[in-house]
């Protein structure tokens, strides 16, 4: 069952050609950062926030710089939230982009056919159209699947800054 | 005479001529001509009894030789009666045969033009001979002839099935005709020293392919020819040749990039004109990304040779002052700071931009050329309209081949300035304040 399945799968790449590979790299790359960043929010940002709880709580801060501690803790955590976020917003935009660069790549081999077998012939113009889509097609799904958990993860970051502006308020 | 008459008269003429001299000496002439000529008529008339005896002699042979004519006449008939009579026995004696011979001529024919283009010719060139003589001989070809003509193509046969190694005229690149070891591989593909080698049948030798396969399979197709009897991988044409050829017209990399045209050549001034600023603002954001993760360290050993000492001494040196005239303070030197940082940033980003821009405005250009092929030319011939496509197709190519790596190198210099910016602006004051509380 899993033969024909994988079977399926490499035979789809053979006929996406080597744009496709482009594109699952960069799948790959984005769905390893958005996994890491959700592990980031829900296991280690948590044990950080508690240390800085802790320390902001034992020690005892110059009065007059006050609203600049705040800011600095809080500007910190986000930063550290924010690692990376960046780049999986490229790595989004570029995803149609390298789809586009498919379309285009399959274009030039189906007019390479063309000049050399003639209009006539189009079923030998088959390899380069299917070139041509499927790359597009997957550079539009990895960027949408990627999208919508990156919307995700901006907005628990920011409820995140701004409940640790809240806890941090309460404190200091 | 009259010669003479003339000759006589221009010399009288030109000497106040003495005409009746003149008329003296002519009549004396005249009449020693009436002289000759009676004497002519004479001796015609004593020849007269001569001629008649030799117009008889004359008649009598004609008609000896009338008989003759008739005679033969007899004799000719007589053999083109046998003449018919045999080759109507030669016909009933050749029967099929007649037919087998004009297909001997017709096999040999369609023989020799494929073997012309063979491989196999430039190893064996004495066989073209033998087809060649067969295709155009008008003679009936004896028994001998036709076995040698049936051994000749079972040979032939035989031969396009093996992998051979044989010493033959190439000629290189360079145009030199060179004596090398040649290994053909049945009708397939023929090299040596690992170049690929094509046969022309117009020069009658093997010619090293312009346009030279993937140097993988070059090196392949060396190992092929020094192995004896392992099995290896060598790169065939299963077409005879025509795959080969289809190398050389096979557009490289270049060619490529040429095809874009002036566009084409823009855009890549542009990417490699970003890839290089790209590069430099990496390397002087992560000097200064070291130089102040360093500092950030221990805040209170400030050096002023960093973004952050440089705002640390300004902080440590106003402490007295109000908080306002602190911030303003600090404020200054941050936005001096950060204004280094910053700059050039956007010129990256414009660059990633204006790229793709430019793929499509080359695409559109080639489109126009394509539409224009089109209006004159009408849509009959493709490769009219490739010209345009191509260069449609190639600047969006390069367009994009060139923003998206000019897009993560955006990515990357924003992200890092953005940190430090982030870590100059908004945590300097509170990280010194921070320090400043623990030291006290």
């Given at each position: 069952m899993i033969d024909i399945y994988l079977d399926n799968f490499f035979s789809f790449f053979d006929r996406g050609g080597a744009v496709l590979y482009v594109v699952f790299f960069i799948a790959l790359c984005l769905w390893a950062l958005l996994i890491e960043r959700y592990m980031y929010i829900s296991f280690e940002y948590k044990q950080y926030r508690k240390n800085m709880m802790d320390e902001i709580q034992n020690n005892s801060y110059n009065a007059r710089f006050k609203e600049e501690i705040k800011k600095y803790l809080i500007e910190e955590s986000n930063l550290k939230l924010k690692t990376g976020l960046s780049f999986i917003k490229t790595l989004i935009i570029v995803c149609p982009l390298v789809g586009l660069l498919g379309t285009v790549t399959g274009m030039i081999e189906v007019f390479d056919v063309m000049a050399i077998s003639g209009a006539s012939n189009v079923k030998s113009m088959a390899n380069g159209v299917s070139m041509a889509t499927i790359p597009t097609m997957a550079g539009m799904v990895v960027a949408l699947s990627g999208i919508l958990f990156e919307k995700k993860l901006e907005l628990s970051i920011k409820y995140n800054t701004d409940r640790l502006y809240l806890e941090i308020s309460k404190v200091l | 005479m009259k010669l003479v008459v003339g000759l006589l008269l221009s010399v009288y003429s030109l000497f106040a001529l003495n005409l009746e001299t003149l008329l003296g000496s002519v009549e004396a002439s005249s009449k020693q001509e009436i002289v000759q000529e009676s004497k002519r008529l004479q001796e015609f008339i004593d020849n007269k009894q001569k001629q008649k005896q030799l117009l008889i002699q004359t008649k009598e042979a004609l008609k000896r030789e009338n008989q003759i004519t008739k005679e033969l006449k007899v004799v000719i008939e007589k053999n083109e009666k046998i003449l018919a009579k045999k080759e109507a026995e030669l016909a009933v004696k050749v029967g099929d045969l007649g037919e087998m011979f004009g297909s001997v001529r017709q096999t040999s024919s369609d023989f020799l033009t494929n073997y012309k283009r063979a491989f196999t010719a430039s190893q064996f060139p004495q066989k073209e001979a033998i087809f060649d003589k067969f295709s155009d001989s008008k003679k009936l070809p004896t028994i001998e002839e036709l076995t040698l003509f049936w051994h000749t193509m079972l040979d032939e046969i035989v031969q396009s099935g093996k992998v051979s190694q044989y010493p033959a005229q190439v000629v290189m690149q360079s145009g030199e005709k060179v004596e090398q070891t040649v290994t053909r591989v049945g009708q397939f593909a023929a090299f040596s020293d690992g170049n690929f080698l094509q046969y022309s049948s117009d020069i009658d030798a093997l010619v090293e392919l312009s346009t030279q396969p993937a140097s993988s399979f070059q090196g392949g197709a060396e190992d092929f020819e020094q192995s004896s009897d392992e099995v290896l991988n060598v790169l065939v044409d299963p077409t005879r040749g025509t795959l080969f050829e289809m190398l050389g017209n096979n557009p490289t990399i270049m060619d490529r990039i040429n095809q874009g045209g002036i566009i084409g050549y823009i855009i890549l001034l542009l990417g490699g004109l970003g890839i290089a600023f790209a590069g430099y603002k990496m390397v002087m954001l992560n000097i200064l990304d070291k130089a102040i993760k360093k500092q950030l360290k221990d805040v209170?050993?400030?050096?002023?040779?960093?973004p952050l000492g440089k705002i640390a001494s300004v902080f440590y040196n106003n402490l007295k002052d109000s908080i306002t005239d602190l911030e303003i303070k600090i404020g200054e030197a941050i936005l001096k700071e950060t204004n280094h940082i910053k700059k050039g940033q956007s010129f990256v980003k414009l660059l990633a931009a204006v790229t793709p821009l430019l793929g499509l405005l080359g695409t559109v250009t080639g489109m126009i050329a394509t539409f224009q092929a089109i209006t004159l030319f009408?849509?009959?011939?493709p490769k009219l309209m490739a010209g345009g496509i191509s260069t449609a197709l190639i600047t969006t190519v390069l367009g994009l081949v060139t923003a998206i790596p000019l897009l993560f190198a955006y990515t990357y210099i924003a992200s890092k300035s953005e940190e430090m910016v982030s870590i100059l602006e908004e945590q300097s004051i509170g990280m010194l304040a921070k320090n400043l509380k623990q030291n006290d």
């Open positions: - | 209170t050993k400030y050096s002023v040779d960093n009408g849509t009959g011939d």
